[in-house]
């Protein structure tokens, strides 16, 4: 498998649960990035790791935790989400990290988390 | 603040020409990116413009002018494909990406 793959690609989730979004880069890339994408709204940069260490951390509520065991993966816990959460999460990675992202970033498909 | 302009929607006809502006008034400049977005999968890269001038890639090409903090994606010979949402993304001085809201195109035949 190539390029960036995230599961699940769809997820229904309620405010009290507990979920995990997974993300796997097969490009042997440095950097790995945490969006969301709201409809009609700019991406907004959730998280960035770079070489499995935090780097960028945008005010993010803290209902939402990364993990990055390993430079191929990286993860968002998820637990007692609000309705207002609910949009499409993607990930992305790129070779190194230039202060928020100055190289090109590949993306993943991205899960789609509906939160009821 | 730091702000990226584009139109929300546009609609052109297969075979057509097309081109979407996208305004920026951002700290500094490091490049601009053009990004492509299809409905339901994720954005994939276009292209990077950091000098002023037009960079052809194919039917699509990109314009910059640093001066008027301006750049446009320009599609030739459209085609239905190329109905997507099409992603401006600015480098600012301090290396962060800020992102335009995407310009929807719509392709009719």
């Known amino acids: 498998e190539t390029g960036v793959t995230q599961t699940p690609r769809h997820l229904v989730m309620g405010m009290t649960n507990k979920k995990s979004l997974k993300c796997e880069q097969h490009?042997?890339?440095?950097?790995m990035y945490w969006y969301k994408q709201s409809a009609k709204k700019p991406l907004e940069l959730m998280f960035v790791?770079?070489?499995?260490?935090?780097?960028e951390n945008n005010s993010v509520p803290s209902r939402f935790s990364p993990e990055c065991p390993n430079s191929s993966h990286l993860f968002l816990h998820l637990h007692t989400l609000q309705p207002e959460d609910s949009a499409l999460y993607l990930c992305?990675?790129?070779?190194?990290?230039?202060?928020?992202?100055?190289?090109?970033?590949?993306f993943g498909p991205g899960t789609r988390l509906l939160v009821l | 603040g730091q702000n990226i302009d584009q139109p929300t929607e546009m609609t052109a006809t297969e075979g057509a020409i097309v081109q979407i502006n996208c305004t920026y008034q951002?700290?500094?400049?490091?490049?601009l990116f053009w990004y492509q977005q299809h409905a339901g999968e994720a954005p994939t890269f276009l292209s990077y413009?950091?000098l002023d001038g037009l960079e052809e890639k194919g039917r699509f090409s990109s314009f910059l002018s640093r001066s008027k903090g301006y750049s446009y994606l320009l599609l030739k010979e459209l085609q239905m494909k190329d109905s997507a949402s099409y992603l401006c993304a600015v480098l600012d001085s301090n290396y962060q990406l800020i992102w335009g809201a995407g310009t929807k195109l719509i392709i009719k035949p």
């Open positions: 790791y770079s070489l499995e260490e935090r780097v």
């Open positions: 490009l042997g890339h440095n950097a």
């Open positions: 413009n950091v």
């Open positions: 992305a990675s790129s070779q190194d990290f230039s202060r928020g992202g100055g190289e090109t970033q590949y």
């Open positions: 951002t700290s500094g400049f490091n490049g």
